[in-house]
């Protein structure tokens, strides 16, 4: 339910009576993970936890101001933590334990007293765990997940009985990803949800929706209940805006003097004096709010720190807080002067960092504008937003991605929803996000203008064959339904048999051939059929065959519409999952011939068809290398961008090149570096620079320069 008219909204009030003096200033800094520190927690025993997308919790505790880490648990695979939340099973014979949520949609429960391995790895989502909450009067832990779901699990009846006997609730009616759970205090236990579908939801004991709440304009990010009857939310639209439970009615908007995202809140009570709300989020923001009575908040003051990104705040028992920040750094906040850090050391941690950001930033803006004068840094915003170049143009081989993308592929990268009134700048420059990279769609090259043409050709070729590979009427008929655009009729062995004859044509006549098999790839069954690596039904499995005759005619012996069309084959298989398979299997063997057919100056189709099948292998290795999260699935990418790039160096004017297959290519770069120092290191050492230096001299088009800028932001990253 939405009040909008009648609600309240507030700039900041500042207060001028009894906590004015008030201030907090930096404790400590610990030097918590190599990459972002996504979430830090305060045991009941004054320890912190943190987890980072670097795959490691790590365990602090601390003498005065001093921070040691005392333990170190890596997940397996490196899997990236993206939440954490404490509780305990007593019933279950666990005082205190720790939820940690990760990218693979598993929540890691680790024994808090022996944390070598987990006690219990609960498996109900199928992304990014990027919520957590435990309730210790219900002992129901909520998890939240970028697959639009929350769960609610049971959680000494699972430590006793197992998943497979207890009933699991799942929340499920978001159209987006569930970045915040929390529990509603009440006789009846229910359950909230906050999504970057831009609801709120109330949900019964039952799993059921109550009600919905209206009122962000962009991903909700973050939930604190204060009662029964009040709770606060806030979201990417830089509000918090506070909400009344059994009148389902939002009561109150509160605005920070800035406007960036906020992502997270925590309630802090300090000794002797007041009970506050933190918030913080993008920018460094950290906002300190009053909490007065009716769940009332008055600003007390804001903080500047200097860091990109605060992932999470989290109260201290002592009245300090701390946050988990993309620097990867825990940064430790107090109001005592008694646990302040020495002001050299202050000094010195916010010079150097604001030194570092604006030193990023003066890359950041050089590359995007070769003019930018490095010593007269301006903090102009560069508009990235995608604009309308060639490529929205062109209609039979237009990629399939979304310009309101919202979730990240792996959860790896910061979250830029689309449907924000603010345009962000993807924050991790070694991961860019926008309407080109990664791709969402695979490309295919489809029927459009071929059919008939094709089938009369078709025909023409068939009466100079002789058996066993001339088709007979029936497989001429199979081969006329497989061109058509109808799909959905019923395969026979009649088809199968025609394509294998088909890919058996000598190369003299095979261009129809072949063009009516890369066709017959984009049929869902037909491609299960010729690129699964396992039988299908009981007939022994073709994968490989398929491999090794594209693989054939990959060579340079073979006339330019052989070489295209094995291309374009390639790339149709990446339409089904059996192709992507069959493709991720022969990755090394076809890292060098594709790229080869690039060096074409005057031939745009073979250039699209080898950049097309180029992109679609790098988005496949993208997206196996980061569910998998392993260092070892680098191998075929490095592979790739060592023979792309070879091939690029030996290019002396880039305008010789299509502007489809340029734009492509680049595509193909940025996937195949993606998140990944090693294979960016790589590329710079095989002077990718100076390419995309030949590139943007060469050519004019918005789009292939604004890929440019994402390779080349890539690179200054590190």
Request: proline content about 5%.
């Amino acid at each position: 339910m939405d009040t909008s008219d009648e609600c309240s909204t507030s700039k900041i009030i500042s207060s001028n009576n009894d906590n004015d003096n008030l201030q907090f200033s930096l404790s400590a800094i610990i030097q918590a993970h190599s990459d972002d520190a996504k979430c830090v927690i305060e045991t009941p025993t004054g320890t912190l936890i943190s987890g980072g997308r670097d795959g490691f919790m790590k365990i602090w505790t601390n003498e005065g101001i001093n921070w040691t880490n005392t333990s170190t648990v890596q997940q397996k695979d490196c899997l990236a933590i993206n939440s954490i939340a404490l509780g305990s099973a007593p019933d279950a014979g666990f005082e205190s334990l720790i939820f940690l949520g990760r990218k693979n949609g598993s929540v890691a429960i680790y024994n808090a007293s022996n944390t070598e391995e987990p006690v219990k790895v609960l498996q109900g989502h199928k992304s990014n765990v990027c919520a957590l909450y435990f309730d210790d009067k219900t002992g129901f832990l909520m998890s939240g997940s970028w697959d639009h779901n929350a769960v609610v699990w049971p959680l000494e009846l699972l430590l006793k009985e197992g998943p497979d006997r207890v009933p699991i609730g799942f929340l499920s009616g978001h159209k987006c990803s569930v970045w915040a759970v929390a529990t509603v205090p009440s006789k009846l236990p229910k359950f909230l949800t906050g999504s970057a579908d831009k609801s709120i939801k109330l949900w019964s004991k039952d799993y059921d929706v109550i009600t919905e709440f209206f009122g962000h304009t962009d991903v909700v990010r973050s939930l604190i209940v204060i009662s029964e009857v009040y709770f606060f939310s806030t979201s990417n639209d830089a509000t918090i805006i506070l909400w009344d439970i059994p009148n389902c009615t939002r009561l109150r908007n509160f605005l920070p003097q800035h406007d960036n995202f906020i992502y997270t809140m925590s309630l802090l009570h300090i000794p002797s004096k007041d009970d506050f709300l933190l918030s913080a989020g993008e920018g460094g923001c950290i906002d300190i709010w009053k909490l007065g009575a009716d769940a009332n908040l008055v600003h007390k003051f804001s903080m500047k720190v200097p860091v990109q990104s605060i992932w999470s705040i989290s109260a201290l028992r002592n009245g300090d807080f701390a946050i988990a920040s993309s620097s990867g750094m825990v940064l430790i906040f107090t109001a005592d002067p008694s646990r302040r850090a020495p002001d050299d050391i202050q000094e010195f941690f916010y010079s150097s960092q604001y030194e570092e950001l604006a030193f990023k930033e003066k890359e950041t803006q050089a590359a995007k504008d070769p003019t930018f004068d490095m010593s007269r840094f301006s903090t102009k915003n560069d508009n990235v937003a995608a604009n309308d170049g060639f490529f929205h143009q062109v209609v039979t081989e237009q990629n399939g991605n979304a310009a309101d993308f919202q979730d990240p592929i792996t959860g790896s990268g910061r979250y830029v929803p689309g449907t924000s009134s603010v345009k962000p700048v993807a924050i991790d420059k070694k991961r860019p996000q926008n309407n080109f990279v990664p791709l969402g769609d695979f490309y295919s090259f489809g029927k459009e203008g071929v059919s008939q043409k094709l089938f009369a050709c078709l025909l023409d070729m068939n009466l100079t064959l002789f058996q066993p590979l001339k088709m007979t009427d029936d497989e001429i008929c199979s081969a006329s339904q497989i061109l058509k655009d109808n799909t959905e009729f019923e395969i026979t062995e009649c088809h199968v048999v025609t394509l294998e004859k088909a890919l058996g044509w000598p190369l003299e006549r095979a261009v129809p051939a072949l063009d009516l098999f890369r066709i017959a790839l984009l049929h869902p069954k037909l491609n299960e059929i010729f690129c699964s690596l396992k039988p299908v039904l009981g007939n022994p499995p073709k994968g490989q065959s398929t491999i090794s005759r594209l693989l054939s005619l990959l060579t340079k012996d073979s006339p330019d519409p052989i070489l295209i069309l094995s291309c374009r084959s390639l790339a149709n298989a990446a339409s089904h999952n059996y192709g992507r398979e069959m493709l991720l299997s022969a990755t090394s063997a076809f890292s060098s011939f594709i790229p080869e057919q690039l060096y074409s100056p005057k031939q745009a189709l073979q250039q699209i068809s080898s950049a097309t099948a180029l992109a679609n292998f790098a988005s496949i290795l993208l997206k196996n290398s980061e569910a998998k999260s392993n260092v070892t699935e680098l191998g075929p990418r490095e592979d790739i961008l060592r023979s792309l790039i070879l091939v690029l160096q030996k290019t002396n004017n880039y305008s010789n090149y299509s502007p489809i297959a340029l734009f492509r290519i680049l595509q193909t770069i940025i996937m195949l570096m993606w998140g990944q120092s090693t294979l960016i290191y790589l590329a710079i050492e095989q002077n990718l620079p100076s390419i995309l230096k030949q590139i943007k001299d060469g050519v004019s088009d918005e789009d292939i320069k604004s890929l440019i800028r994402d390779a080349e932001g890539m690179i200054f990253a590190i």
